[in-house]
Each structure stands twice: as structure tokens, then as C-alpha cells.
T-cell receptor, first 112, second 116 residues
Framework: AQSVTQLGSHVSVSEGALVLLRCNYS??????LFWYVQYPNQGLQLLLKYTTGATLVKGINGFEAEFKKSETSFHLTKPSAHMSDAAEYFCAVSDQTNDMRFGAGTRLTVKP | GAVVSQHPSRVICKSGTSVKIECRSL??????MFWYRQFPKQSLMLMAT?????????EQGVEKDKFLINHASLTLSTLTVTSAHPEDSSFYICSASIAGGRNEQFFGPGTRLTVL
């Protein structure tokens, strides 16, 4: 069975600062990893995903994540935060079937 | 592409009534659809997985007689909350995946259910 741990339920950064949202996973098979963003009262939007190949994955809105097998991590970063980045972010892992498990989520606040 | 819609987006009902939520894949055929429940400030909890034409597979602890799921076609799945109670109030999100689509799930916008 796979699982995801997101460190930090709430992260606050200043506008223009680096965004780092942490995600560690557990999987008995090579994982597929995802980051989703959720705005209030909306569904989830895919930011980026890792399946195979290049371990540094670039997504939408300037976000990127790096798959580090040795650290079982898939942290999400963005060099410069924008006010519109304020949202809830979910890391998810799939074991190459349709079974996807989500982390508890990290709420990102961006201060002006 | 890969758009999933949900209807209604918001519903308020009286305790004891049943509510049906529709999930549609608009521009692709969804071999598998998923229903999630999300409580305020919490993560998504998978309720059930449904494949077109077969019975849904429910997660442990989810009452199949209370949360009826029908996946009658490759573009439509419905979730019916039967005899709703205030504790069923929640945000319900569906998602759909494409056969051979590398496990990505496409999410609907969610349905806010409030049971009075």
C-alpha cells in the first residue's frame, strides 16, 4: 500500500519569496507522483506529475518538483510566490493502478 | 481536454431526503470514475471506485446502501446519498480516468451538499 506525508499543514511566504512544499511518499512499487492545487469550493487541478523519466518535473504556473528516490520525496517548489498561488496543495501517490492516495494537504498563504 | 463536470455544484436538502449528484466526462470516455468526500480543511477521502457497467468497489467504512453509485455509461457516473442526514453534509468530488491514461485522474469541480 502506498501513502503520502505532507510536512506542514500550513506554509506562509511573502510575495516574491521561494515556495517549498514538502511531500514524502511510501510505495512498494515505483510510484507515480502528483501535485494538485485546490482553490476554495473547487475541485482539484493538476499542477504536475511524475511517472517515469526525468526526475525534475515542470508544471503549470511556474511550479516544479523533483523526484528523489533515495529520499522518497517529491517536494514542490516555485522560485517566486505570487498572491494568486494562495491555495491548498495536495501531494498524491499512485501505485500504477488507479489507486491514488492523497496527503493531508498544505495550505499556502502568500503575504503582500 | 479531459474535462469533468459535476451537477449540481451546490445542493441543500432536508434530512431524510435523497440527493443525486452527477459526474460527467465531457470530452473523453472514462473507464473508471472515483468518488471522494472532503471535510472542511481536510484531504480527500476515497469513497468508491466504479467501472462502467459493473458494481462499484467501496472503501472500508463507506456504506454502500447509503451512497449508491451507478456508472451506466463511459461518460456518466452518479452518486445518490440516500436518506441524507446532517452528518452527510460535505464536499463531494468525482474524478475520472482514461484507460491507458497513465493513471492520471481528472477531477470535477465538486458538489457542496448541505443537509438541514
Amino acid at each position: 500500500a502506498q501513502s503520502v506525508t505532507q510536512l506542514g499543514s500550513h506554509v506562509s511566504v511573502s510575495e516574491g519569496a521561494l515556495v517549498l512544499l514538502r511531500c514524502n511518499y511510501s510505495s512498494s512499487v515505483p510510484p507515480y507522483l502528483f501535485w494538485y492545487v485546490q482553490y476554495p469550493n473547487q475541485g482539484l487541478q493538476l499542477l504536475l506529475k511524475y511517472t517515469t523519466g526525468a526526475t525534475l518535473v515542470k508544471g503549470i504556473n511556474g511550479f516544479e518538483a523533483e523526484f528523489k528516490k533515495s529520499e522518497t520525496s517529491f517536494h514542490l517548489t516555485k522560485p517566486s510566490a505570487h498572491m494568486s498561488d494562495a491555495a491548498e496543495y495536495f501531494c498524491a501517490v499512485s501505485d500504477q493502478t488507479n489507486d491514488m492516495r492523497f496527503g493531508a494537504g498544505t495550505r499556502l498563504t502568500v503575504k503582500p | 481536454g479531459a474535462v469533468v463536470s459535476q451537477h449540481p455544484s451546490r445542493v441543500i436538502c432536508k434530512s431524510g431526503t435523497s440527493v443525486k449528484i452527477e459526474c460527467r466526462s465531457l470530452d473523453f470516455q472514462a473507464t473508471t470514475m472515483f468518488w471522494y468526500r472532503q471535510f472542511p480543511k481536510q484531504s480527500l477521502m476515497l469513497m468508491a471506485t466504479s467501472n462502467e457497467g459493473s458494481k462499484a468497489t467501496y472503501e472500508q467504512g463507506v456504506e454502500k446502501d447509503k451512497f449508491l453509485i451507478n456508472h451506466a455509461s463511459l461518460t456518466l457516473s452518479t452518486l445518490t446519498v440516500t436518506s441524507a442526514h446532517p452528518e452527510d453534509s460535505s464536499f463531494y468530488i468525482c474524478s475520472a480516468s482514461i484507460a491507458g491514461g497513465r493513471n492520471e485522474q481528472f477531477f470535477g469541480p465538486g458538489t457542496r451538499l448541505t443537509v438541514l
